[in-house]
């Protein structure tokens, strides 16, 4: 019949795209597998969706809440004295040891840049100690097998009580990076949110560099304008 080639082309027309976009799935799908962390991590709003997630539950059950930023340190000298794509390799690099760091609850997110954040749900002050210092050996390692500058510095915001918002620890977790880029490479602060009797107004916030020395009394870091 005439009309049985014209159902011919269309089926195989059909069955031509229908290859076409399983074929193009499989690349999306091989490059995200590629990329690892960094593929879907660079969603900001993923990330901060879950966080706020995260920071409601810590608040209804009592737990702890711990979110942190960190940058590259060398990243912008890299990228300026040699290529892009080497300090890509770099942020890689740090993806993946931040990866290895953290726990399986955990969440390492790229935010753009040489910027990362993490998110350490129910994770206490000293869990979030040893994940920032597991992470900062890991890229030490690193440093050491590929001869490139793998530093890190950030601020860690650990609330042992609710925060009055996620906005808050945002703002303070923001500080403490601005301040621990101000003192050096490879530097960590910490604050950590703590009870303190009815009669106060405001949480302790007891804050800890990771560089320096137990006991070092540091000033709290300056915002910035």
């Known amino acids: 019949m005439a009309w049985q080639p014209v159902v011919i082309a269309v089926l195989a027309l059909a069955l031509a795209c229908d290859l076409y976009l399983r074929g193009r799935a499989r690349l999306r799908q091989s490059g995200r597998a590629r990329a690892g962390v960094l593929s879907w991590n660079e969603n900001r709003r993923a990330f901060y969706e879950l966080a706020g997630r995260e920071f409601e539950r810590a608040r209804r059950y009592g737990h702890p809440f711990t979110l942190g930023y960190f940058d590259l340190d060398d990243y912008k000298e890299v990228a300026d004295r040699f290529s892009p794509l080497t300090a890509e390799g770099m942020l890689q690099l740090v993806a993946e040891s931040a990866r290895r760091s953290i726990r399986a609850s955990d969440v390492v997110a790229r935010l753009g840049g040489d910027s990362f954040a993490v998110l350490l749900p129910e994770a206490s002050p000293e869990a979030a100690d040893t994940v920032i210092r597991k992470l900062q050996q890991s890229l030490r390692d690193a440093s050491r097998e590929t001869a490139l500058p793998l530093c890190i510095s950030g601020g860690v915001v650990t609330c042992v009580q609710p925060a ?62």
């Open 164 to 225: 009055e918002s996620l906005e808050a620890v945002i703002s303070a977790a923001d500080r403490l990076l601005s301040g621990a880029k101000d003192a050096g490479n490879d530097t960590f602060w910490c604050e950590v949110i703590a009870p303190q009797p009815l009669e106060a107004f405001e949480p302790a916030r007891l804050r800890r560099p990771f560089r320096l020395p137990p006991g070092f009394d540091m000033p709290p870091p300056l915002r910035r304008l």
